[in-house]
């Protein structure tokens, strides 16, 4: 049996996921999760994924959680010589790519997920000009990593930038990134779209999942307005 993907097309982080399968050519079954639905709560699943996110891999007789972990675990376990350069070996490079991961992780995601959540939950009809600001925050943080390289962490694409594309995908339809104050993440966004990959999963789904929040918040704006 292949391993399973739990997944959502509209979700960041399970995109970043599928860029990997994608790229590394693996057999995986994806299954889709709505978790608008919460699908993900389902007992049999929280007894695998007690965080109860998407997405998460199921081998059958092991489980992952966190789209950063099932990426590296995915390059460790099928990446071959063609695919080095998107986990680098050199203890330095690697650091950096680790510490990208966990920026996308614990900054970048956590201020689309502060959008999200009351989003999904109907509390949400537009977004506040803190959720803005901190977004547009992370956009000039993100802007200072690139003065550095190209990519994120190296000249060439790595793990790092599949899983900020991933969240900037959703994002810029969410704030748009100022071409003028932002050159490099400009440049850097452009270029990851012009990748394969992105074209055919990232960009798609950033899309469905940008605009399904936007008709979230207003249809939330619309009944609360129709019961003054
Ligand atoms: N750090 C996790 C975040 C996963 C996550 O929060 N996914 C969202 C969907 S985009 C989710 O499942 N949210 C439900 C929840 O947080 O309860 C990852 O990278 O996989």
């Not at 990208?100 to 959540?117: E, K, S, T, Y």
């Not at 003028?180 to 400009?186: A, D, Q, V």
Request: proline content about 6%.
């Amino acid at each position: 049996m292949p391993p399973i993907l739990y997944k959502a097309d509209g979700s960041p982080p399970a995109r970043a996921v599928m860029m990997v399968i994608d790229i590394l050519g693996i057999n995986v079954e994806q299954r889709n999760l709505n978790p608008v639905l919460r699908e993900q709560d389902a007992p049999e699943f929280v007894k695998k994924n007690p965080m109860r996110t998407i997405p998460w891999l199921d081998e059958g007789d092991f489980w992952l959680a966190d789209s950063h972990a099932i990426m590296i675990y995915l390059i460790q376990k099928y990446g071959k010589p063609e695919h080095s350069k998107l986990y680098p070996t050199d203890s330095r490079k690697r650091a950096t790519v680790h510490q990208r991961l966990f920026f996308d992780c614990g900054i970048l995601f956590q201020r689309l997920r502060a959008v999200m959540a009351p989003t999904y939950m109907g509390r949400l009809t537009e977004m506040s000009k803190g959720m803005i600001r901190n977004i547009v925050d992370a956009y000039a943080m993100l802007e200072d990593y690139l003065s550095e390289n190209l990519y994120m962490a190296d000249e060439v694409i790595t793990i790092a930038d599949l899983s900020i594309a991933s969240t900037m995908a959703t994002l810029v339809g969410l704030v748009a990134i100022d071409e003028e104050r932002f050159p490099k993440l400009t440049q850097w966004y452009n270029n990851m779209n012009k990748q394969d990959y992105c074209i055919r999963i990232n960009i798609p789904g950033g899309k469905e999942h940008s605009d399904g929040l936007k008709a979230l918040m207003a249809n939330t704006k619309f009944h609360q307005k129709s019961k003054i």
